[in-house]
């Protein structure tokens, strides 16, 4: 058996137990049976998350393309979404910053049955509400949002939580509440991540490297031109959005940034 199959097994169990201590005192399970199980079950259920999440570590790695439908050049989002999978995108993630949730909805299904079929991991932006109903691979949020623990709470025991971070107690404080995988950037000036502060540059990502424990995505005006200084700072996963979704050929662009990564020593 699998972990996945252990624990559908284990979250039905949990669910079957709900029915039965639902039927009164009479039934079949009483209160102290009841909290007994309840915490073995609930016990099992995270450790057995904590190890699947642990298991998608390793795919935290390579080009990480975010899909912005405000930053495609006038194309359709799944265009993009495609050509940076037929690229080699490991990761791709899907942020909108300004439409209703149920737009954003018909985009986040076609998407995760696209990166289902290519084994590529789709994370969700902010919305954990949807990243929860399309059963993406995860969930990233920044500073401001909802808090991990909050995070966790929605989300299946498998999923994965980024979270964004630009100074080193911050990245140090996500780890500490159970982030799965750390952003730090911007690296490098950029239109679209953290615009209008300084940007970091490499000595603090190869600091970043050094205190992180988890997987660790280098994002912020990353481009075919200066990625390779990024990658052997030890970057896992290199975050773009412009670099792909803007160029002519967004494949091309793609496969560009991963043959750099793959060429600068890191995993693609």
């Known amino acids: 058996m699998t972990l996945t199959e252990a624990l559908t097994l284990v979250t039905t ?153 630009r100074e080193f107690d911050q990245l140090i404080e996500s780890q500490e509440m159970g982030a799965d995988h750390v952003a730090f950037g911007a690296i490098y000036r950029t239109t679209t991540k953290g615009v209008g502060r300084p940007p970091q540059g490499i000595e603090p990502l190869r600091k970043a490297r050094e205190l992180a424990k988890v997987p660790l995505v280098a994002i912020g005006g990353i481009n075919i031109d200066n990625v390779t200084p990024v990658v052997e700072a030890g970057a896992d996963a290199i975050c773009v959005t412009a670099a792909v979704a803007s160029a002519e050929n967004p494949e091309a662009a793609a496969a560009a940034m991963v043959e750099a990564i793959r060429s600068a020593g890191g995993k693609v």
Do not use: F
Request: net charge negative.
């Open 13 to 165: 169990s949990r669910e079957l137990l709900t029915v039965l201590t639902g039927q009164g005192t009479g039934g079949p399970v009483n209160s102290e049976m009841n909290q007994a199980l309840s915490e073995t079950l609930d016990a099992l259920t995270a450790g057995m998350g904590a190890a699947l999440r642990q298991a998608q570590a390793d795919k935290v790695r390579g080009l990480y393309v975010i899909i912005d439908p405000q930053v495609t050049g006038g194309r359709d989002p799944m265009e993009i979404a495609r050509a940076a999978v037929n690229g080699g995108a490991k990761m791709l993630q899907l942020r909108d910053k300004l439409r209703d949730k149920g737009e954003i909805l018909t985009l986040a299904t076609p998407l995760q049955q696209l990166c289902q079929e290519h084994d590529v991991m789709l994370i969700m932006n902010d919305h954990v509400d949807l990243g929860a109903t399309v059963g993406s691979a995860g969930v990233h949020v920044g500073q401001t949002d909802m808090p991990v623990d909050q995070v966790r709470k929605v989300l299946a025991p498998h999923q994965v939580l980024g979270r964004s971070n």
